[in-house]
């Protein structure tokens, strides 16, 4: 079984892009989804595709798998699926040891950008960057689960300095 334990922060200027690693653009489309599961399915670059299914009502530590799966078949299941289709290009930015992977949205979340670190256990600290923002980890709104299910782009896009949008 994988575990996932990340944080999940707002990011409040464009100093990340120094930094980049690499990038990659994902339509991320909801098959399922229950208030302590989810499966969705992961477009990247129109080149290949993954099918994640989490468990857990904790936004910090889930249980998580992963598998490749054909990208005719995801596409085939991003049509059936339930809400919004997220649009989004990671940028893998490496900072003091930690890989931050900044999610930069497109489509109806046009504007927001949020970081996510993902951590070997709970109790790691890494350094913080000085372009991120305020932690969102436990803000279920910042779930993309719930953001393609609840269209919330007005009440998260609306919250946003001018400098990000």
């Not at 857990?56 to 059936?80: C, H, N, Q, T, V």
């Not at 919004?84 to 990671?90: H, N, Q, S, W």
Request: negative net charge.
């Amino acid at each position: 079984m994988g575990q996932e334990i990340e944080r999940k922060y707002l990011v409040k200027n464009d100093a990340w892009r120094h930094e980049i690693a690499s990038s990659s653009r994902f339509l991320q489309a909801y098959i399922a989804v229950a208030d302590d599961r989810s499966v969705r399915v992961r477009i990247m670059d129109d080149e290949k595709a993954k099918l994640t299914i989490k468990i857990g009502s904790e936004m910090f530590s889930r249980s998580e798998f992963e598998y490749e799966i054909p990208l005719a078949d995801a596409k085939d299941m991003a049509a059936g699926a339930t809400g919004i289709v997220l649009d989004k290009t990671r940028f893998n930015v490496e900072h003091q040891g930690y890989t931050w992977e900044v999610d930069v949205y497109a489509g109806v979340y046009k504007g927001l950008v949020v970081a996510e670190v993902e951590l070997e256990n709970e109790t790691d600290q890494p350094p913080i960057p000085d372009w991120i923002g305020d932690d969102v980890t436990g803000d279920r709104r910042y779930s993309n689960a719930v953001m393609a299910n609840q269209d919330l782009s007005r009440e998260l896009l609306d919250g946003l300095p001018p400098a990000t949008r």
